[in-house]
């Protein structure tokens, strides 16, 4: 069994009280399911990150004008923003 | 269909079915309309984009609170080469958020009904999406597909809609939901018209390093390629219990439509439908889990409590999958069977040339079935979430209709790129048959 409440911890997520039990049985739900896996046999190939083959995407280090935004276009989404700059939660004391 | 028209047609429908999350006021996708190109191949085409996708000064929410006022500062590619096609986007479809559900009712904006029974769902999570251009509110839709979020809505509304080979269409400015299986895609009426659609939004896009440099053919001109001598491959188990029996008899009888085109039909054996769906529901929900991450309310969107449940139950999954202790039974586990399942598709492939599956096991849910079960709303996509894992595209076309008169759809399945193959064959089925030209009194 599962705790949720540690997994929210661990998700940066603050479920309300009602929401434990459902998400309990919710993420339980999953994982009952995936024990079907347990009876693959996988000691003869490797894991699978993606499936396009590429290696080394690269592009040389140029600015692309383009692709950047002013201050103000960064910001304009910003719930709080100061002085141009994000404002973020204290977290120290 | 021209602009005035769709705008119509939402007038008349949108509040009944609720596909769309934002409309594009009419005079802004007029106005662009005076600055298009009248030679570009999509002049003045209305359509539709499922909410997941950035548009540069038009509101885009992915169907959750988190964004309700997000305005984005840059768009998408697949936006920007519709715009230059002169394709005018007119409003942003509804969606299970993040991507998160088969059904669209996982939305903070309203679940979307089905066109052709409004106490059901049109599917998702490209829901709003499918149900739009069934609705004639848009000629057609961008969807976007992690693990059946085309193909199940297409089916589910008897529209066309193309699950392209991962890397085939740049994913630039989709909102992330999973991104090793995430996929961008046209939904229309028509084989032909998907064709056309994706002729122009595939390609290499150096703001995607996984978008692929595979050259691009002309899927049009291939369309009335003979093929026939093709191989398509009917997969034993994708046709045994689970699956509904109107479903299976509309397959059998479409693979009989397409012997008479001249394909072979042979039964293959692809048993991993069960064990697939294990897999993706261990690995989408790990990379959501850092994918959503970024949500945290400082550069952009609103607190992380804004999430819905589905959402969070998702996360969780993947923090589990991943943690300390258990990333080797689980996360690590699903990655070495994603393995196991590329090497049936290849075998199965070794005998074939194309495979035809059902969508989904069911036709479309009533309202409500899905959101409360999450076990039946992960074996809505049973037939879908391997094709993600192993990267292949796969069409969802209209195969027929229950005796409720609500539409089943199938799948053919391709190889890695071979995109024209599949449009092809089913081009030439639309030819053939009458089910896609079909729609719903609304």
């Not at chain 1, 894991?47 to 004008?65: K, M, Y």
């Not at chain 2, 939402?10 to 600055?35: C, G, M, V, W």
């Not at chain 2, 768009?75 to 559900?101: C, F, P, Q, R």
């Not at chain 2, 589905?310 to 994603?338: C, N, P, W």
Request: aromatic share 8%; charged share 20%.
């Amino acid at each position: 069994m599962t705790d949720v409440q540690h997994l929210a911890k661990l998700a940066n997520l603050s479920p309300t009280p009602s929401l434990i039990q459902p998400l309990q049985s919710g993420v339980q739900t999953t994982l009952d399911y995936a024990k079907i896996l347990g009876s693959v046999d996988v000691s003869h190939v490797g894991v699978t990150n993606e499936i396009t083959g590429l290696i080394n995407v690269l592009r040389e280090d140029q600015i692309d004008q383009s692709r950047t935004f002013t201050q103000a276009q960064a910001l304009q989404n910003a719930p709080k923003s100061h002085n141009g700059f994000f404002m973020v939660d204290a977290i120290l004391e | 269909m021209t602009i005035e028209e769709a705008y119509k047609n939402i007038a008349q429908y949108q509040p009944i079915i609720n596909a769309l999350i934002t409309l594009r006021d009419k005079n802004d996708a007029l106005a662009e309309l005076e600055s298009a190109d009248p030679q570009s191949p999509l002049y003045g085409v209305p359509y539709v984009m499922k909410d997941g996708y950035v548009t540069r000064g038009i509101r885009t929410t992915a169907a959750s609170k988190m964004l309700d006022t997000f305005i984005p500062p840059y768009s998408a590619t697949v936006y920007e080469k519709l715009k230059k096609a002169g394709a005018i986007l007119i409003g942003k479809a509804n969606m299970d958020a993040w991507g998160h559900g088969a059904s669209t009712e996982n939305t903070d904006y309203g679940v979307t009904k089905n066109p052709w029974d409004l106490s059901r769902v049109a599917g998702g999570s490209s829901g709003g999406s499918a149900a739009a251009v069934i609705a004639g509110m848009s000629q057609f839709a961008i969807g976007e597909d992690t693990g059946g979020s085309i193909r199940n809505p297409a089916g589910w509304t008897n529209i066309t809609g193309l699950k392209v080979t991962y890397g085939r269409v740049s994913r630039y400015g989709a909102i992330a939901y999973a991104s090793s299986f995430d996929t961008v895609g046209p939904m229309a009426r028509s084989v032909a018209e998907v064709a056309q659609l994706l002729s122009i939004m595939a390609g290499v896009d150096p703001y995607d390093g996984t978008s692929s440099p595979e050259p691009v053919p002309d899927y049009v001109s291939f369309l009335n390629k003979d093929l026939s001598g093709t191989t398509i491959g009917m997969p034993i188990e994708m046709f045994s219990k689970g699956l509904n029996s109107e479903i299976y008899e509309a397959i059998k009888t479409a693979a009989t439509e397409f012997s008479k085109l001249g394909f072979n039909i042979i039964d293959v054996s692809l048993p991993i439908a069960e064990i697939g769906l294990a897999t993706y529901y261990l690995i989408a929900p790990s990379e959501t889990s850092s994918n959503l991450a970024r949500y945290d309310g400082v550069r952009y969107g609103g607190k992380r409590d804004l999430f819905t449940e589905e959402t969070m139950r998702r996360i969780m999954i993947g923090t589990f999958a991943l943690s300390s202790g258990y990333s080797d039974a689980y996360y690590h586990k699903a990655q070495k069977v994603r393995t196991i399942l590329m090497q049936s598709y290849a075998k199965a492939f070794s005998q074939c040339d194309v495979l035809l599956m059902p969508v989904s096991p069911t036709v479309a849910t009533k309202i409500g079935d899905l959101s409360s079960d999450p076990l039946a709303s992960m074996m809505a996509d049973l037939y879908t979430t391997t094709i993600n894992q192993v990267g292949i595209p796969s069409l969802a076309l209209p195969a027929g209709f229950s005796t409720e008169g609500l539409p089943i759809g199938m799948q053919l399945v391709g190889k890695k790129f071979d995109e024209a193959t599949i449009l092809a064959i089913g081009h030439q089925y639309q030819l053939k048959t009458d089910w896609h030209t079909r729609s719903p009194k609304l």
